[in-house]
């Protein structure tokens, strides 16, 4: 039997936790502050970002609010808000220390793409629960901690960004799988890395501009419109990518099926603009 959190998201009992707190279980019991208990289903769930969708069956829930995490601003107070160590709903403040921390790993085989760290008390059972701001808005989802020996927290805690995790969570509902499965990603069809310095200077690129193919997936939409290793992408749709995180950012906003739109500079220098018809992501394919 575990514990942890969750924050209730729409009036009629839709719920979003951390994958981790939900993974293996058989029986979900969800308790409210109020001590109303309720039986959860598993609407889906998505591994690599660690989010996952628990519904409850009611009507006028109190429901949080959702804020803008690309707003947060290091030294910012926030409050955390969980059921740390089994006690009951707790609140803890602290401030943010970080608003951009990346591919963290927390534990085998575990990995965050992208957090905000903050010094908030953060405890076990406090995954999945709220990290908010002082309006009360709801601006991460409280994922993970660096302790001593799995001890407690020492000030070093990690949350999801919600703006990270609206997208997962939209598409978790759309798809409105009964049973704890990843939701079907979006996929361009390729494997990509940072540009490095030499690169980049060969093609005029500015320091941090786009990503590099390394490699083009059989029979994907990035191998029918012609992408090649080697060639940088360099935008989607008109937002520039400085990073892997960009794409893997802009990518969790889309559905399979969506179309989208490259900038890419080819290996030659010549720039060419492709659009693509986004597909799932295998299974078993890395991040």
Do not use: C, M
């Not at 908030?120 to 629960?129: K, T, Y």
């Not at 390394?214 to 994907?220: D, Q, S, W």
């Not at 400085?242 to 030659?268: E, F, I």
């Amino acid at each position: 039997e575990g514990k942890g959190s969750g924050v209730i998201i729409t009036p009629d009992g839709y719920i979003i936790t951390n994958n981790h707190v939900i993974a293996g279980a058989n029986i979900i019991k969800v308790t409210l502050p109020s001590r109303q208990q309720y039986e959860g289903r598993v609407i889906g769930a998505d591994e690599d970002a660690d989010i996952a969708v628990v519904k409850i069956d009611g009507r006028n829930l109190p429901a949080a609010e959702l804020g803008d995490s690309s707003k947060l601003r290091v030294g910012e107070v926030v409050l955390a808000i969980g059921y740390p160590l089994g006690l009951g709903t707790t609140v803890t403040h602290g401030i943010i220390s970080a608003t951009d921390r990346r591919d963290l790993e927390i534990s085998e085989g575990h990995r965050l793409r992208l957090a905000v760290q903050t010094d908030a008390p953060i405890n076990r059972g406090n995954s999945g629960g709220a990290l908010a701001n002082l309006n009360g808005q709801l601006v991460g989802i409280n994922t993970a901690i660096v302790s001593e020996n799995r001890g407690g927290s020492i000030g070093i805690g990690f949350a999801i960004p919600i703006n990270a995790a609206k997208g997962v969570v939209r598409r978790i509902i759309s798809n409105s799988r009964p049973q704890p499965r990843s939701a079907e990603q979006p996929f361009i069809g390729i494997q990509y890395s940072p540009v490095d310095p030499d690169t980049a200077a060969q093609l005029n690129l500015p320091p941090g501009n786009g990503v590099q193919v390394e490699g083009v997936v059989p029979l994907t939409a990035a191998a029918q419109a012609g992408l090649a290793p080697g060639d940088i992408l360099v935008a989607i749709d008109g937002h520039a990518i400085t990073g892997t995180q960009d794409v893997r950012s802009y990518l969790g906003r889309k559905r399979v099926g969506d179309r989208v739109t490259l900038d890419v500079v080819r290996a030659n220098g010549v720039r060419a603009r492709l659009t693509i018809k986004l597909g799932p992501k295998p299974s078993g394919f890395g991040r």
